[in-house]
Each structure stands twice: as C-alpha cells, then as structure tokens.
C-alpha cells in the first residue's frame, strides 16, 4: 500500500503542497497516542495500530520518519478503534492511492459530496463517502 500507484498532482511542487495542506488541516495520531487515548496501554507498544495497518483497516502516512493514522478516522464511541467506512473506502482506494493519496483524497473537497471533504463526513454519512471512494475506483479502472 506504500508505493505510489498514482501521484496525487503531475507536479512535484503541487503534491507537495497537497501534503502540506492535508497534514495541517487534519487529525492525525501516532500509534502511542491512539494507544493512550483508547486505554490500550496493556498492550506492547504500537501493536494494534500496526496490525490495523497490515489488515488493510486503516492506512498512515510517514512525516519526519514517523508513521501517523487518521484521527478522522476513529471511533471515539468504541475505544478509539477504526471506523467501518474508513476501512471500506481505505480497501476501494488501496488498488488506486498510496497511503498519501489516500490523505489527500479524504481531504479534498469533493464534488459528490457536495463539495465537502470526506473526512468530515465519515460519521455523518459514511455510505456518500463510501460511494464518492468507489466512483473514484471504478473511474480509475476506466483510465488504466
């Protein structure tokens, strides 16, 4: 899920910029924090996020050598853990996004969504969200 499938703009500099905008306009948490926050401190040290990861449940992204997941995309009603809708649009945009991708893609307004940006509306309407993830997959499908 890590090499780059599709680059999120044509221009480095502009790809750049998408990261930067997404990762100051969003919610993201280190492994240790998501284990603080949903009282997992029983657990080894970043093993739940990481197996969330490897099951495809959710995806990080890396800035400054550490790995960061959406805090979006959590579920602070049931312990913190990922939010169904996340794990479906991450497996639907997997083939098509790198992790990056993927971050920019739920920040992004969204034409389908009526112009707002899928992060905000996991919880609100996650089957739109889903929806917008699967018409951009079948989109891609199309193009390649």
């Known amino acids: ?3 780059i499938k599709h680059p999120v703009n044509s221009h480095p500099a502009d790809e750049e910029k998408a990261r930067r905008s997404v990762w100051e ?14 009282e997992m401190s029983d657990y080894p ?6 197996v969330w990861k490897k099951k495809g449940i959710i995806f990080a992204i890396q800035r400054g050598g550490t790995e960061y997941f959406p805090g979006y995309g959590l579920d602070h009603a049931d312990g913190f853990r ?23 893609w739920f920040g992004t307004r ?15 309407e996650p089957n739109n969200v889903i929806a917008a993830a699967l018409a951009l997959a079948n989109n891609q499908q199309l193009c390649e």
């Not at 948490?29 to 926050?37: F, H, N, P, S």
């Not at 040290?45 to 990481?50: A, E, K, N, S, T």
């Not at 990922?82 to 996004?97: C, D, F, G, Y």
């Not at 969204?110 to 609100?124: A, S, W, Y």
């Open 25 to 38: 306009s969003g919610d993201w948490l280190t492994a240790e924090q998501i284990i603080t926050l949903a």
């Open 110 to 124: 969204n034409p389908l969504l009526d112009g707002l940006c899928p992060q905000d509306l996991l919880e609100l």
């Open 1 to 3: 899920m890590n090499a």
């Open 82 to 104: 990922p939010l169904l809708a996340l794990t479906m649009v991450t497996k639907i945009l997997a083939p098509h996004r790198d992790c990056w991708g993927m971050a920019v």
């Open 45 to 50: 040290l970043r093993v739940q996020p990481d």
